[in-house]
């Protein structure tokens, strides 16, 4: 394993099973990212749920990008979300839940696809972050600073190149929280339509599309624990079971719906098992 991979995977804290996961998925992949034709620069979509690993596997990614010599640049669709106060405006506007960041219609799609231009481009710049301890984004003076133009972005998320759902699977609610504050519908139909109308540009940049299957829903419930764990040990602050419950409920339509969808056109698929091990790989 080369010095900077391995530097990279003790600072993430990965155990060391994850070297099967750079063996069987993420060597072979940068291997096809980097014989795939460029329209300079190459999106790969790395999509998976909560917990599932894909922002561990884009950083790593990026390293062996760079290690057989191209530039990529790792973008998570998380640092797009809208700020507190623009969710705040957005839930009076249309519909309360919205304040909580989340299904499509809480991220700043319009600064996904400026971002994705400018890497693309000479010169440098400045990649948006934001802190969820805080459910904010962070001030312009603490965001990234890359220089273009870079040959590959990979932009990570939990719904990256996901496709709207037919009008008829959103009448039923999948949950206590669709059920009891979304009654009408209009919560998830307002971020379906978003899928079908804005993100499509946004989406529609992706040149390849990588999908890091979970086996569950449950599964899913367990990592966001683990993941949640972490950032009460690192900033002292995180949700209680309790909030936790609640807060994945927003995710779950959308989480299953790509779990169902995506694998019949996602270029790679990535079938975890229960400790997020690889059990099938497909496209590589």
Known sequence: MIPALADYLAAERLPPGYADVVDRVLTPLASRVAAAPRDAPLVVGITGSQGSGKSSAAGALAILLREAGLTAAVLSIDDLYLTREERAALAARVHPLLATRGVPGTHDVALGLALIERLGASGETAVPRFDKGRDDRRPPAEWDRLAGPVDVILFEGWCVGARPQRPAALVRPVNRLERDEDSRGLWRRYANDQLAGPYRALFGRIGLQVLLRAPSFEAVLDWRREQEAKLRERTG???????????????????????????????????LGAEREVVTVRGL
């Open 237 to 271: 602050r995180g949700q209680t079971d309790a909030e936790l419950a609640r807060f994945v409920q927003f995710y779950e339509r959308l989480t299953r719906h790509i779990a169902a969808e995506m694998p019949a056109r996602a270029d790679v698929v990535v079938q």
